[in-house]
């Protein structure tokens, strides 16, 4: 701990650079969470699906039934939106919502957080996303 004092004290510019750094990412990060940004990458949905995330995909049956990410569910958007509650037993599991672009599945993850759902995520790119990174889908 000495030479981090040490280290500041002798190169006080640079220490002041990687706290406002870290305050910059932080304040970024705050925003995020305020806007309600909820979309992540392929990544992170790969991440969030090892470590055992609902995946609902909210395509039309016959977009789902050409492919989709193992172990999704599938549940169009107008019936996530007239009936949230469809999957109250997810509601304390992580929910990944997919779609064809990721603008459908935005408006769904939005539907569960307003339902009371806290840990859902939207992909962003939505299947077309997934693809371009060469992921598994399933028929």
């Not at 000495?2 to 925003?31: D, K, M, Q, R």
């Not at 992540?40 to 609902?54: E, F, M, Q, R, Y």
């Not at 509601?91 to 990721?102: H, M, P, R, S, Y």
């Not at 957080?113 to 990174?133: Q, Y």
Request: hydrophobic content about 45%; proline content about 2%; aromatic content about 6%.
């Amino acid at each position: 701990m000495a030479e981090l004092i040490e280290f500041a004290n002798t190169h006080p510019l640079l220490a002041g650079g990687v706290v406002a750094s870290l305050l910059a990412v932080l304040g970024y990060e705050i925003w995020l969470r305020s806007q309600g940004v909820t979309q992540i990458s392929t990544a992170a949905a790969v991440h969030l699906i090892n470590k055992g995330a609902t995946v609902l995909d909210v395509r039309k049956a016959e977009q789902f039934a050409a492919g989709h990410i193992v172990n999704a569910r599938n549940l169009e958007l107008a019936t996530l939106e007239s009936d949230p509650e469809s999957v109250k037993k997810a509601k304390t599991k992580v929910i990944l919502t997919v779609c064809d672009n990721g603008m459908t599945s935005g408006r769904a993850a939005n539907t569960l957080r307003k339902a009371g759902f806290e840990s859902v995520f939207s992909l962003k790119g939505g299947i077309g996303a997934w693809r371009a990174e060469n992921l598994p889908l399933v028929k």
